[in-house]
T-cell receptor
Framework: AQKITQTQPGMFVQEKEAVTLDCTYD???????LFWYKQPSSGEMIFLIYQGSYDQQNATEGRYSLNFQKARKSANLVISASQLGDSAMYFC??????????FGTGTSLTVIP | DAGVTQSPTHLIKTRGQQVTLRCSPKSGHDTVSWYQQALGQGPQFIFQYYEEEERQRGNFPDRFSGHQFPNYSSELNVNALLLGDSALYLCASSHTPETGTSYEQYFGPGTRLTVT
């Protein structure tokens, strides 16, 4: 069975500080991809970062980095130097064989000035 | 370069009616996936279309059907609407390379369906 778990319903971070959003996954497929999306109140899902299961190095995209620990089946998102515009829902997702995507329940991030 | 577009933006229907939602993929993309996102939940995969055929399907009843056109645009049809079908319906497009594994997918702004 494929499953994505996000255990933090809500998180708060001070502006300019770093924050880590947790994500664990479960799959029996040897090849999979892990994604993080940002969903502002407008509803559109914005792609942030991707990590392939065979990638040796952690993915980074600007202020976003993905802390990939394969043995622990975790793919945490780290946002550095938080900005007020980072306040949104964040979803972790997994792509498995057949290109089907599974999403977690999301984490609501609030950046405090 | 236009991204993924969806229409309509909002829709209100009555229980038992039928609805059609539309999606145009990002330029260069040939694969369209549909998701249902209930309030406070993550998106749930409905199905995926590639080469005008349904390639993958999630755990949704046959009331949910779809179609992909030769220009890669897609429709989602829902028959016999239930109150529980009220949700944000997201369309996502991607490119499926020869290896068969598509990577990132781009989402449209969604259609918010309310069933009364």
């Amino acid at each position: 069975a494929q499953k994505i778990t996000q255990t933090q319903p809500g998180m708060f971070v001070q502006e300019k500080e770093a924050v880590t959003l947790d994500c664990t996954y479960d799959t029996s497929d040897p090849s999979y991809g892990l994604f993080w999306y940002k969903q502002p109140s407008s509803g559109e899902m914005i792609f942030l970062i991707y990590q392939g299961s065979y990638d040796q190095q952690n993915a980074t995209e600007g202020r976003y980095s993905l802390n990939f620990q394969k043995a622990r089946k975790s793919a945490n998102l780290v946002i550095s130097a938080s900005q007020l515009g980072d306040s949104a829902m964040y979803f972790c997702a997994m792509r498995v064989r057949g290109n089907q995507f599974y999403f977690g329940t999301g984490t609501s991030l609030t950046v405090i000035p | 370069d236009a991204g993924v577009t969806q229409s309509p933006t909002h829709l209100i229907k009555t229980r038992g009616q039928q609805v059609t939602l539309r999606c145009s993929p990002k330029s260069g993309h040939d694969t369209v996936s549909w998701y249902q996102q209930a309030l406070g939940q993550g998106p749930q995969f409905i199905f995926q279309y590639y080469e005008e055929e349904e390639r993958q399907r999630g755990n949704f009843p046959d009331r949910f059907s779809g179609h992909q056109f030769p220009n890669y645009s897609s429709e989602l049809n829902v028959n016999a609407l239930l109150l529980g079908d009220s949700a944000l319906y997201l369309c996502a497009s991607s490119h499926t390379p020869e290896t068969g594994t598509s990577y990132e997918q781009y989402f449209g702004p969604g259609t918010r369906l309310t069933v009364t």
